[in-house]
């Protein structure tokens, strides 16, 4: 399509258009509200260390044996309601929230979150971007 043609589509098409900003930014509004802030590789790296904070790793006790980041604690998401009391003595320091590829530690961060858990926040790209990094892995 020659950009000739873009303009007069867009005259043409204006509603179709705008339907679709509005739902890529309602999309956009609604990920970023549902689990708060996601901290990037060194971000999250440099909290936990700086401030005593842990990684919570949300997969299953497989993946999580297969590799996970140093003192991470494993409680998979479908568990997490029931082992909250483990992380009590981190209410108040970050929690950084892991998964595979970055999506699914949002519920788990929400769930933190409503149980008073201010300073959870999610890993940006999961464990997927930490390997893609070559960032050290424990395995059991």
Request: include cysteine.
């Amino acid at each position: 399509m020659s950009t000739s043609l873009i303009v007069p589509f867009m005259a043409e098409q204006w509603v179709l258009i705008a339907a679709l900003a509005v739902t890529l930014m309602m999309l956009v509004f609604h990920e970023t509200r549902k689990a708060g802030p996601a901290l990037s590789i060194n971000e999250a790296v440099q909290l936990v260390n700086a401030e005593g904070g842990i990684f919570v790793d949300v997969r299953d006790a497989a993946d999580f044996g297969r590799g996970h980041i140093t003192n991470a604690v494993n409680i998979p998401s479908a568990a997490l309601s029931g082992r909250i009391s483990e992380l009590e003595k981190f209410r108040e320091k970050p929690v950084v929230v892991v998964c595979k590829m970055g999506q699914s530690a949002a519920g788990s961060t929400k769930a933190l979150r409503a149980e008073g858990f201010a300073r959870a926040q999610k890993l940006t790209g999961g464990m997927m971007e930490w390997d893609a990094q070559k960032l050290p892995v424990v395995t059991q």
